[in-house]
């Protein structure tokens, strides 16, 4: 994209939003037009495809709060498109190169019409064209680091603090991070420093690659430091204490910020992500935020009714009442006995009730059994069941 076509077209226009068009607004029409322009719902339509780069070149404008400022200022200065002379410039027609004010004012002249040192400055962060004054090298955020961890059924409800240890890159100690033997790493010239370099990607604008030649870093070491071999990092290994929260779920991904890699320069550190894995329990389950347990009762408890005492997750157990005629199956709620939430409540201890059938009866109890039989040898429980399938 040339300047003069970046002064000349009018971006507002392209995504049909006025010039106060809030953030949100002009993410909305954007959205809206490149679905409609996009070259995949659009194929061989050439017409399509320019509107596509068109609404696409807007859009890292006005999108970007500094460039789209850097534009408007601009838009204001040379009257929405075209530079007007002055009262003593003549009434005729006035030919000027826009190419004369940005880059022609050279050791401190200025140019026509008087800016001191061009506009540049004003364009050089958004066409990545910046002169001497970006040079300096940035702050390098550190990289991001990922692990994991195994957690037993409980650790995982409650929380618990375990040891990671973990590798990676961090600045070389030989050699300070600088990446030089002598500590004396000089700007990368292909980048100026910046770490970046632009490339053409269609649709007259640029996009920022890191540099080839210093990796990103905006140094190159003269002398390479012998044992980051000049990158100024080095592999590094650590043991660190982390708290994993109480309530985690199996294949969980936490983020620790600034948990990971030192930045360089200084640049914030990486974050780190760690991937719990939980184990199984021999007497509890879990459903969300709830615990579940199977609790067997006989069939006299069942049929009659009474007390039953329900183990629960690391505390006392609970006392649970059955109603008279529980079927088995029936799930009872045993409240704020569950997993810890995120709000620091816990959820339920959800019980569901087994009726335990003995395999081997004493004579007493066969007698007693034999004596219900014939009380109830009246009573059909599958009666229903066969009337609804003639029915069906």
């Given amino acids: 994209m040339s300047t003069k076509d970046f002064i000349e077209k009018d971006y507002y226009k392209v995504l049909g939003v006025p010039k106060d068009a809030t953030e949100a607004e002009i993410k909305k029409a954007y959205r809206k037009l490149a679905r409609e322009f996009h070259p995949d719902a659009n194929k061989g339509n050439a017409k399509a495809e320019e509107r596509f780069k068109e609404i696409s070149e807007a859009n890292d404008i006005l999108g970007d709060p500094k460039k789209r400022k850097e534009y408007d200022e601009a838009r204001a200065l040379f009257g929405s498109g075209g530079f007007r002379p002055g009262p003593g410039a003549g009434g005729g027609s006035f030919n000027f190169d826009l190419g004369d004010l940005f880059g022609g004012a050279q050791g401190g002249q200025a140019g026509a019409g008087g800016f001191g040192g061009g506009l540049g400055d004003v364009f050089g962060g958004l066409f990545n064209r910046g002169g001497a004054g970006t040079t ?68 007259g604008f640029s996009l920022t690659d890191p540099c080839p030649d210093c990796k990103g870093r905006g140094l190159i070491a003269e002398h390479a430091c012998d044992v980051c071999k000049g990158s100024g990092r080095a592999k590094s290994s650590r043991t660190m204490q982390v708290r994993i929260p109480a309530g985690v779920s199996d294949g969980q991904r936490i983020r620790l910020r600034g948990k990971g890699a030192p930045g360089e320069r200084g640049g914030p550190a990486g974050d780190l992500y760690v991937v719990v894995h939980v184990g199984t329990h021999p007497v509890f389950g879990r459903k969300g935020d709830n615990l579940t347990v199977t609790v067997p009762v006989t069939f006299a408890e069942a049929a009659l009714g009474g007390e039953v005492r329900v183990p629960t997750l690391g505390g006392p157990p609970v006392t649970l009442k059955l109603p008279p005629g529980t079927p088995n199956g029936r799930t009872m709620r045993a409240r704020g006995k569950g997993a810890v939430r995120k709000d620091g409540t816990r959820g339920d201890l959800l019980v569901t009730v087994e009726v335990s059938v003995p395999g081997d009866l004493s004579g007493k109890a066969r007698d007693a059994l034999e004596a219900y039989r014939e009380a109830t040898a009246d009573e059909d429980p599958r009666a229903d069941l066969f009337q609804a399938a003639k029915g069906a």
Avoid: Y
């Fill in 136 to 203: 300096r090298t940035q702050p390098r955020r550190g990289q991001d680091i990922e692990s994991e961890v195994t957690l037993s059924f409980t650790e995982a409800i409650e929380g618990a603090t375990v040891p990671l240890r973990m590798s990676s890159q961090q600045p070389c100690k030989a050699c300070s991070g600088t990446g030089d033997k002598n500590g004396t790493p000089r700007v990368c010239p292909t980048c100026v420093g910046t770490g970046q370099v632009a490339r053409g990607s269609g649709g």
